[in-house]
């Protein structure tokens, strides 16, 4: 089993960044990709950007792509999201998945 806790979430102006952590409790090799989603309130979970642990590739949803990049340091188990010019629409609690296992979320607000 591995257990993931996400961090990084807070409240940040339109416009503004965050970078979004996900470590991981073991190795995740064996499942291949760590994958981020969010879920906004009244809507629900959707795919956010996902890369696969050994050779790195990544894949966005066409909504965050050339603003959100997805990386991984392989050593420590821990994936990132690093968010740029967010907007009010980014609002949601972020989740990290490396299937079938799921984080608790991180809390992100846009707002002015």
């Known amino acids: 089993q591995v257990q993931l806790v996400e961090s990084g979430g807070g409240l940040v102006q339109p416009g503004g960044s965050l970078r979004l952590s996900c470590v991981a409790s073991?190795?995740?090799?064996?499942?291949?990709?760590m994958a981020w989603y969010r879920q906004a309130p009244g809507k629900e979970r959707e795919f956010v950007a996902s890369?696969?642990?050994?050779?790195?590739?990544?894949l966005y949803a066409d909504s965050v792509k050339g603003r959100f990049t997805v990386s991984r340091d392989y050593a420590k188990n821990t994936g990132y999201l690093q968010m740029g010019n967010l907007k009010p629409g980014d609002t949601a609690v972020y989740y990290c998945?490396?299937?079938?296992?799921w984080g608790q979320g991180t809390q992100v607000t846009v707002s002015s």
């Open positions: 890369i696969y642990w050994t050779g790195g590739s990544t």
């Open positions: 073991a190795s995740i090799e064996r499942y291949l990709s």
């Open positions: 998945n490396v299937h079938p296992y």
